[in-house]
């Protein structure tokens, strides 16, 4: 007999007794009652009540083919059938070499070494310190290049090499003394320049700051870490075109890496497969997770080059190897969920058929930057940004204690709409493979419930 179900109010006391959330002020935690997701399909989440929830952020932004997707269910039960976990340290899997290879292929030209890791923040990590042993290991070494160069509000994740990177004062302020320096750089964030300038005359002003800051750390720098085209974190900062080309060339002419996160831009998001093709650029790392499985399970990849890999390529007694690795790095359970995601894509044409949705997102964004307190709409692909201001003349925000952003999305969930602002810049990332039908809901609710708590309508 299966044991029976465990009620709702009792799982909420359980959490409430016991569990730390993350990014989360846990008094205020205390102060509503969590919503318990129990069950999912395609683009809904279903709570032990049984009501639905269009999923208007891919859950943690992963999520691509939908929930409980047959292929990628399918795929997970087979690997189950025969192996749940084996290693990458001294062994080998075929999901993982399979996986490796298709990356490869997909990937931006040039990248032809995979590495295994298991969330973002460490496929980031990965790069970083591969980056910083390429420069004391290639054959004419460059020892001095050690610092990184990260843009204003960067997020690269939460591990401390991730969060030295970090642009972001809310996440990141808190553990400066711990972190290592980082030049940085402005945020290409046309909205609100941090510069100063507008486009189209400033003439990417920024770039040349980037330019600026490698000229006058002559042989010094490691790397730049961008991610490229949207800047998630930051609020669905949409960089200016040409700004990832201009960042490449300028890495070339300094001789120095570009690293690129593609952890939440990745696998269609932005309408194409990788976010860098759309300014037909290679970097020499390409640091992949969420997308990769679709959403379903923790894997990650840090993707490099021939010419990073062969400066590890040696022997034991030569003490070149990359000393790094997690236990699930690779897992087989993982790995078989990516490529039964990568298997999608092809098969559903997902890419092609995002089109209509996007040009819909498109238009529906106009209704939104008509409001009167809606000061900027960012889009790329099925990724946007809607940033409220108490003013757009100048405009100036909400106060941080208003909590506009937390409110509209609080309302919205009335509606059966789980959506999760970036402090006052709303965030519209549903699954890929959300309906047109269910794409126009999600942004009739968001529409609604920002007139409602920004102008005090009644819908
Ligand atoms: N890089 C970027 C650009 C991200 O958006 C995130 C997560 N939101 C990360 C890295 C970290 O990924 P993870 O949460 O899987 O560690």
Not at 249 to 266: C, P, S
Request: glycine content about 10%; proline content about 6%; overall charge negative.
């Amino acid at each position: 007999m299966p044991d029976a179900p465990i009620d709702a109010a009792t799982l909420r006391r359980w959490d409430k007794d016991h569990l730390w959330h993350p990014f989360t002020a846990q008094k205020d935690w205390y102060a509503v009652e969590p919503l318990v997701i129990d069950r999912a399909e395609g683009a809904e989440l279903i709570d032990t009540e049984g009501r639905r929830y269009l999923d208007g952020v891919s859950s943690l932004w992963c999520n691509v083919h939908g929930h409980r997707h047959p292929t990628i269910d399918a795929a997970i039960r087979g690997q189950l059938e025969k192996l749940a976990h084996s290693t990458l340290l001294g062994l080998t899997h075929p999901t993982a070499a399979e996986l490796a290879r298709r990356l490869v292929e997909l990937a931006p030209e040039g990248l032809t070494r995979v590495f295994f890791s298991d969330d973002g923040a460490t496929a980031v990590e990965v790069a970083l310190k591969m980056a910083f042993q390429y420069w004391r290991q290639k054959p004419d070494p460059e020892p001095d290049r050690t610092a990184f160069v990260a843009l204003g509000g960067a997020y690269h994740g939460d591990t401390i090499g991730d969060v030295s990177l970090g642009g972001v004062d809310r996440f990141h302020t808190m553990f400066r003394p711990l972190l290592f320096p980082v030049l940085r750089a402005p945020i290409p964030f046309c909205y609100r320049c941090p510069l100063g300038l507008e486009r189209p005359g400033c003439g990417m002003a920024c770039l040349e700051e980037v330019d600026r800051l490698l000229a006058s750390h002559p042989g010094t720098v490691a790397g730049v870490v961008v991610e490229p085209i949207v800047q998630g974190a930051a609020g669905m900062v949409v960089h200016p075109e040409g700004y990832l080309r201009g960042l490449r060339e300028i890495t070339r002419t300094h001789g120095t890496l570009l690293i690129a996160d593609e952890v939440a831009v990745g696998f269609g998001r932005t309408g194409r497969m990788f976010a860098s093709e759309l300014e037909g650029v290679s970097p020499d790392f390409l640091c992949l997770a969420k997308g990769i499985t679709g959403g379903y399970l923790p894997l990650a990849a840090t993707l490099t080059t021939e010419e990073v890999y062969s400066a590890f390529f040696a022997t034991t007694a030569e003490g070149k190897t990359f000393q790094h690795g997690h236990t699930y790095g690779g897992n087989p359970l993982g790995a078989a969920a990516a490529l039964a995601t990568l298997r999608v894509f092809e098969e559903e044409r997902t890419l092609d058929r995002l089109r209509p949705k996007v040009a819909l997102l498109s238009r529906r964004l106009e209704e939104f930057a008509a409001l009167k307190h809606v000061g900027d709409v960012r889009q790329k692909g099925l990724m946007a940004g809607i940033e409220l201001v108490r003013d757009r003349e100048s405009k100036r925000e909400f106060a941080w204690h208003e909590q506009v952003g937390n409110r509209v999305c609080r309302r919205a969930r009335d509606y059966g709409v789980l959506i999760r602002p970036l402090g006052d810049v709303l965030v519209v990332m549903p699954p890929l493979s959300i309906s047109e039908e269910q794409l126009d809901r999600l942004l009739d609710v968001m529409l609604r419930c920002v007139r409602e708590v920004t102008e005090g309508t009644a819908g």
